[in-house]
């Protein structure tokens, strides 16, 4: 194959390798990886020995056995019109299928890959000249290139594969042109090129490696085009007459239709088979690149919290209600589990017995660094845990109803107009396809079941009240054409726009820059004084939790470590995961002192290095 | 045909004057964006220097066109007698064991298929360090920044946030660089990690005697990090100066409004801050 | 908007233009001595030469092309080396012949992957995994294969439909249903495996998006959810992989034509291939380029109404 190896170094090498030897199990591990597997080297190794195999010469006609039916003595597939042994042909014919497919996937891969590598590292004309030109090749239907092409070439199929190979680079080029954009902005490129590394050690060792596991995948897919394209060619009469082919095998049986019916499932089975074997190589190739990146990475939330998962445990809500009893609090968490399936069956808990309480109009803020818990306790209130997450324990009120044992249909209606959400990202949390003004009348539309007029009326006042300057421009404006501070305003708009008793913001104005913090802060206390809303706020940032909360409770690793009054929590902490989180914190920390002149330490600035550079180290080493 | 630099210039490190940094349009009538308008800016050695900014006000942009990586149109950087601006790409190889970086998101700024010992050692085998020699220092180089010897033989994705920027500090700390700039390196860190790698970065500072350009949109980081500090508004550095009075008392009034806007960390002052800051917000 | 449109169809044109010019030379320079093959073995050297001039072959590459280029321009291909049949005429008889096959073969593939992939993506279970198999069984027979065994099944062995021919629709509506439901039936199902499950997986990625979860969050109903965010969002990626479809079943029609003997343009190039005939085959090439990089160019507009961001770029 073309892809150049980063030979220059062994050890690099080697590490590209490590890894990789992990998707190979993975892809042997997974049946339809290791089945494609095997049928493609079954089916090369009999085209490779047909000769030895078949058990007649292909060729030979035998005018006595027309038609035979398999099973027939010594024909085990029977034979064709002309009296040909059916095994014989078939097994005979997948050489030239296979020269065939490999002519395609070779050729398209040297210049989809060459040129895609080039136009991507590299930009400038010629990534213009080579996107035109594949642009060009995409727009030709490739059969009727190639049947038009007969008249020129002839039956010659190794020459019409190549053609094919011209025709589908385009595919490859553009996959290894946009995986090399993309590869070419990442870090740590940029940190290679600041470590000296050359472009050509950039492109071995960074680029080539992210890009080849896609390249295998789509070479597999290619193959398969490839050999249907050909026995289609073929079947259509434009083969090569000399040798046996499947495409040829089927026209054969197409004409002899009517007299010979099962002639027709040889070769299609064998083509079926061969075509399928790479569509499922390559989708498992797929699959164990996805997995091995998905390592640590949490999974992606889906749209449905599937009701099936949520298993309550029984009696474990009754035994403990102390919150309900003294009737006051709008929300009531007892005792919440959320955890996530993992593959060996045990289920990872993320939120462990949580408790906590909401009043009417109070404001609490729940914090904890990373993965304790926070976000996902949010989304339990909200009812809107991704589909593999299970409400492994626990129990919800909301007023006093219970929020988990409810139907989805009445959940629904809570949604905005009794329980609001405000989430971190602003940008990926509109629609781009729609402008901001739809998507803050649609809630209110379904919610209130305001008229157009009305709710469009009521969508440019909230956009006036969380400050956006121009509330009609911003109403028609696309997601893309506001700016990340105006953004998180308009789901401020949208959150509060059915008036919600409790608002759940998860981490509000991490996203933001710190002035524009100040001014959602500043629109959050007031929107809260105003209405009297209660809130959940989840942060990590206790300068937040000082601003805005009058209650606190601090998290880690799915359990609450201590919860206060705000006041008293900074005043006094007692839990010293709490007194380390406050001990990191930076602010109102004394400043750094200047830098004193004895204190740089003096070393000598060298413009030519002419030191062999392993001295260089030695010296520099004992600094 | 080495020769020292001469006491009066070690003063400074790095002399970055009037760089502009503009980026052609994107479409027919957008204009190009000036994302650098003529920024100055030193650094001595062993200093740090705090370049802190909102985003797109080119804190960022100005840590890259050092680095080579932003296409400088106008203005000169100085490092030691050399000018940066206009050094093709084999003459800024060179420059690989001067200057180095730690990039803000430590998922993205270590190659997920390298062994941790093999993106240390690439910097130096790149700089034609024999192999085994590299081996060597990247051991070393784990210790310096708290890790294991055996990490080496994983992959980035074994390690938590801070594990993976301390992998990246000792990637910079490979080649021995005078300068490091850091781009938001801490930013991306939970609360109690970030307090840790930042005392990493300063007690490295103290040892090896390293300058730091370090870019962050928290004050609280910068303030705690830096010597000086520069703060940088639409693409220009407004305010230049010792940490203590940029960030304890600043002159410019968007430094004033950056200082009130972050939330301090307890109920009292922070009501006064914000007081403050409404009250300034009307002037 | 109108900047937009003029930049496509400018760059569509554009792309005609090289694709003519790409496929005149390769099927004119490289065909040998045209006028010996027309004229058989029989001829003597006088009259290939004479028939050489007659047709223009005589003339350089370049001129042949720009008078080829020229005519084109005014609607005329020329006429057929071996029928004499002006080719424009030839090549509009069929033109709808094979237009009315594959655009109905388009439009039921649109509406059954749409439907199969947002149920897969939504619903999950058996529809799901019904989508998944055909993804890979579907893609991996022939259609020609599958066309032939329709024919086994539902004209032979159960004469439903007629095996073969093609009926005008002007002359019997349902003749012409009957005539092309096989026909159609191949080539729809060998295009359902390949969209499905690709609408099915950009389904899933929207629903993953956090737009959705803030959309539920405000009470949305899970209908308008789908049927207007998802759908809209998940449609670029869908509108690319069915204009592929449409370019494959557009050089498809060749061997779908030949097995139906449905007198279309895929036909009328094999035929004309299989005679040397030039003319027609670089008409049938051209027309069909034509089609696709119209169809592509409706698809880049309908692209920039569902997303706006590729409006304004």
Known sequence: MSIPAPEHNPQLLAAAIAPREGVLKKILRDPFGSGGIVVIVVIVLLSVFAKLLAPFDPAYVDIQATNMPPFTDGHPLGTDASGRDVLSRLLVAGQLTLIGAAVTVVISLVIGVVTGLVAGYFAGPFDHAASWTADMLMVLPSKIVLVALFAVIGPNTVVTMAVLGVMVSPGIFRLVRSLVIGVKNELYVDAARVAGLSSRAIIGRHILYTVRAPI????????????????????????????????????????????????????????????????????????????????????????????????????????????????????????????????????????????????????????????????????????????????AGGALFFRGEDLIGMPEKARVKLRGKSIAYIPQEPMSNLDPAFRVGFQLVEPMRAQLGLSKSEATKQALELLARVGIPDPKRTFDAYPHQISGGMAQRVLIAGAISCNPDLLIADEPTTALDVTVQAEILDILRGLQKERNMAMVLVTHNFGVVADLCDTVAVMQLGRIVEQNSTAALFAAPVHPYTKMLLDSTLEGTPARAPLRRAESPVRVITTEDDRPREEALNVSRSV | ?????????????????????????????????????????????????????????????????????????????????????????????????????????????????????????????????????????????????????????????????????????????????????CDEPVSALDLSTQARVLDLFIEIQDRTGVAYLFVSHDLSVVRHISHRVAVMYHGEIVEYGDCEQVTGDPRHPYTKKLLMAAPVPDPEMQRQRRVERQRLALL | MVAFIIRRVLTGLLLIVAISFVSFVLIYSTGGDIARHILGPEADNAQVAAKSAQLGLDQPLLSQYFLW????????????????????????????????????????????????????????????????????????????????????????????????????????????????????????????AGTAQLIRGSVIDVLRQDYVRTLRSRGVPSRSIIYRHVLRNAAPPALIVLSLQFIGMIGGAVVIEKIFAIPGLGLLALNATLRGDIPIVMAVVMTMAAIVVTVNLIIDLVNGWVSPKVRVQ
């Not at chain 1, 017995?353 to 989304?379: H, P, W």
């Not at chain 2, 006491?7 to 970055?16: I, K, M, P, Q």
């Not at chain 2, 085994?132 to 180089?141: C, G, K, N, W």
């Not at chain 3, 992939?117 to 279970?125: F, H, I, L, S």
Request: glycine content about 10%.
């Open chain 1, 216 to 391: 295998i995948i789509q070479a597999a897919f290619i193959a398969g085009i490839a050999v249907l394209i050909q026995a289609g060619l073929e079947f259509i009469g434009l083969g090569d007459p000399s040798t046996p082919t499947w495409g040829g095998m089927l026209q054969e049986a197409f004409l002899a239709m009517y007299k010979a019916p099962w002639l027709i499932l040889w070769p299609g089975l064998m083509i079926g088979l061969f075509v399928s074997a790479f569509i499922l190589l390559g989708n498992a190739v797929r699959d164990a690149m996805e997995d091995s990146a998905k390592v640590k990475v949490p999974k992606k939330d889906r749209l449905r919290t599937s009701t099936m998962a949520v298993t309550v445990q029984p009696g474990r809500r009754a035994a403990n209600t102390p919150a309900i009893a003294s009737g006051s609090a709008l929300l009531v968490v007892d005792s919440l589990v959320v955890g996530y399936p993992l593959p060996d069956g045990e289920l990872k808990r993320v939120v462990d017995g949580v408790s906590l309480s909401v009043n009417e109009g109070e404001v609490l803020g729940l914090v904890g660094e990373s993965g304790s818990g926070k976000t996902q306790t949010a989304f339990a209130i909200l009812g809107l845990l991704p589909e593999e997450a299970q409400i």
């Open chain 2, 1 to 181: 045909m080495s020769h020292a630099v001469s006491e009066s210039l070690s003063d400074t490190l790095l002399d970055a004057r009037d760089v502009e940094v503009t980026y052609p349009s994107r479409g027919f009538r957008t204009p190009p964006f000036r994302a650098l308008k003529g920024v100055s800016l030193d650094i001595k050695p062993g200093e740090t220097v705090g370049l802190v900014g909102e985003s797109g006000s080119g804190k960022t942009t100005l840590g890259r066109a050092i680095l080579g990586l932003a296409p400088v149109s106008s203005g000169s950087i100085r490092y030691g007698d050399r000018e940066l601006v206009g050094l093709d790409r084999a003459a800024r190889r060179g420059l690989a064991h001067e200057i180095q970086v730690v990039f803000q998101d430590p998922y993205t700024s270590l190659n997920p298929a390298m062994l941790v010992a093999d993106v240390l050692s690439e910097p130096l085998v790149a700089q034609g360090v024999a192999k085994s020699e590299a081996a060597d220092r990247v051991e070393m180089l784990l210790g310096q920044v708290g890790l294991p010897a055996d990490a080496g033989r994983r992959l980035p994705r074994e390690f938590s946030g801070g594990q993976r920027q301390r992998i990246a500090i000792a990637r910079a700390l490979a080649l021995e660089p005078r300068l490091i700039v």
């Open chain 3, 69 to 192: 280029f020229t005519n084109m321009l005014g609607g005329d291909f020329g006429r057929s080396w071996f029928t004499a049949e002006p080719v424009t005429a030839a090549i509009t008889s069929r033109l709808s012949v094979t237009l009315s096959v594959v655009i109905v073969s388009l439009v039921l593939v649109t509406i059954l992957s749409v439907v199969l992939g947002v149920v897969a993506a939504v619903r999950r279970g058996w529809v799901d995994r019904l989508v998944q198999i055909l993804s890979v069984v579907g893609v991996a027979l022939p259609n020609f294969w599958v066309a032939v065994v329709l024919v086994l099944m539902f004209a032979i062995a159960i004469p439903l439909f007629p095996a073969t021919g093609f009926v005008q629709p002007q002359d019997s509506v349902g003749g012409w249903l009957l005539s092309i439901a096989l026909p159609v039936t191949a080539i729809t199902i060998g295009g359902i």
